[in-house]
């Protein structure tokens, strides 16, 4: 899907949200990292990364 929102971490990944899933792409190459098919339409500011490291924190509000 398209990209709805992205954002640089500190090792110079791109974290990307779409509304299908969650990506990390390695800026340098373009190269998919990992992939969250559960993740979607997550917002911005409900994902932070553990500075200095490649642990990502997601918060999720689901509804029934």
């Known amino acids: 899907g398209k990209a709805k929102w992205h954002q640089v971490t500190s090792l110079g990944l791109v974290l990307v949200g779409t509304d299908d899933a969650l990506l990390l792409i390695n ?25 200095g490291s490649p642990i990502v924190l997601v918060t999720s509000l689901r509804t029934n």
Do not use: A
């Not at 340098?28 to 990992?34: A, L, P, S």
């Not at 098919?37 to 911005?44: A, E, F, M, P, V």
């Open 27 to 51: 800026g340098d190459t373009g190269q998919v990292q990992w992939q969250r098919d559960d993740i979607k339409k997550t917002l911005q500011f409900n994902v932070r990364e553990v500075e």
